[in-house]
């Protein structure tokens, strides 16, 4: 038996990493006073459509979507904002409370080719903060976002940032896309003349040569920004700059969602090759109503922790793992064996140290090379004698001196 494709087990010797990046989510989101949301994997097929929009990748050929027993269409969360919008709208969250700030953690599904970084289950660390339409809203996501990669440890990166203005200059620029490529139709890869009508802007994003070639010289959003967009995204690039945060504007970056409007960006990593997209995000400030929600205006962004991972690997930013402490051995005897188990019962107690038992009733020597393995700095060695008296050996593994203790000065030495 294997597990599916696209899926991988996340192993005890790779865990570590994992460990890191989720205590840096809890510490770094602390300081910004956002609160986690756990929503469910699975939602009404109708949350993504609605969001998302028909004519994305994701709607269109990415969700794992199937019915349930009630003839439900349910699909398992390929993204989180529409779940978040869902559940701020179903609760209340904003309410009472003008602004919410919340973040998440957990896996996502997507059907697609499986690639470095990216799986069909992956998973995802994000935060939204919800009710809130000015650039200083903006700018506490971009710096959460910039602090947060910070620190992991991840320093070759990069902030690409634009701005897809208001959904009427949006609508209008749509439209100047639509003309300009008609005009070079032949040009085009297959997917992007399918997305012409339904969702020009995404041909923008495309990695495709011919498609690249064609948007280096295609309209540019920047020209047609009315006043509400030129002053909001002027506002955005001015607080970058005091607060002496690196970013690129780049014009072609429209994030492949329906729902963006005003400030979008993107976090890029060198070390992740050809595949470079740590994660990004942006204002969408519409979405909520698209919900039947009031206008609630609305900024937010979303990690890869897979691609963070392989980042940080390439830095070498992951810390070694913490290595067991301390090793109780005891000899093949009743007695011993009862001692083991409630001298190291005892130690982890007091001293909150990590500790190691045999649990194999193997003999001295192959537990002396097992806690050598391990790394283990000292062995705590009970024989019957050891027993009888209710003492132990301290063994130095460094440097191979060793002492005869009480029990009871054990449990001062190491609490």
């Known amino acids: 038996m294997q597990s599916l494709r696209g899926t991988k087990d996340i192993l005890p010797q790779e865990i570590h990493g994992w460990h890191i990046v989720e205590d840096r989510i809890r510490y770094i989101t602390s300081l910004y006073g956002y609160r986690e949301l756990r929503n469910p994997i699975m939602e009404y097929t109708e949350v993504f459509k609605r969001a998302v929009g028909e004519d994305t990748d994701i709607v269109g050929k990415e969700m794992y979507t199937f019915p349930d027993r ?78 947060f990669l910070e620190s992991l440890g991840i320093k070759s990166r990069e902030l690409h940032i634009n701005t897809l203005a208001t959904p009427e200059i949006r609508q209008l620029f749509k439209q100047e896309l639509i003309s300009y490529f008609t005009a070079h139709l032949s040009d085009l890869s297959e997917d992007s003349q399918s997305r012409l009508q339904s969702n020009p802007l995404r041909i923008l994003d495309s990695k495709h040569p011919g498609d690249k070639a064609l948007s280096a010289n ?35 970056l429209v994030r492949g969602l329906d729902y963006y409007s005003h400030t979008v960006f993107e976090f890029t990593s060198t070390a992740l090759g050809a ?12 979405l909520f109503e698209h919900f039947g929600g009031k206008h609630t205006p609305s900024i937010g962004f ?39 188990i409630s001298c190291a019962h005892a130690l982890r107690t007091l001293s909150g140290k990590q500790v190691i038992v045999d649990v194999q009733n193997r003999s001295l020597k192959a537990q002396m090379k097992e806690a050598d393995k391990l790394g283990v700095k000292q062995v705590v060695i009970i024989g019957p004698e050891e027993a009888l008296h209710d003492t132990c050996i301290v063994k130095d593994l460094s440097t191979g001196m060793q002492h005869t203790k009480l029990m009871t000065e054990l449990h001062n030495m190491f609490s």
């Open 70 to 147: 009630g003839g439900d269409s349910i699909t398992l969360r390929p993204e989180a904002t529409a779940a978040v919008v869902r559940s701020a709208i179903q609760h209340n969250l904003t309410a009472q409370q003008q602004i919410a700030r919340v973040y998440y953690s957990g896996p996502f599904f997507r059907y697609e080719r499986p690639q470095k970084g990216r799986q069909r289950q992956f998973h995802q660390f994000g935060c939204e903060l919800l009710g809130a339409s000015s650039p200083e809203a903006d700018i506490e996501i971009l710096t959460l976002a910039h602090d």
């Open 218 to 252: 295609a309209p540019r959003m920047q020209d047609m920004l009315d006043t509400e967009s030129k002053d909001h995204f002027s506002k955005v690039l001015s607080h970058l700059d005091s607060l002496s945060i690196p970013y690129t504007v780049n014009p072609l």
């Open 275 to 286: 595949q470079d997209a740590l994660g990004g995000g942006g204002r969408y400030d519409h």
């Open 302 to 340: 979303a990690f890869g922790i897979e691609r963070l991972l392989l980042a940080m690997s390439a830095q070498e930013s992951i810390s070694e793992a913490p290595k067991p402490e301390i090793y109780v051995i005891g000899f093949e005897s009743e007695e011993s064996r009862r001692a083991v």
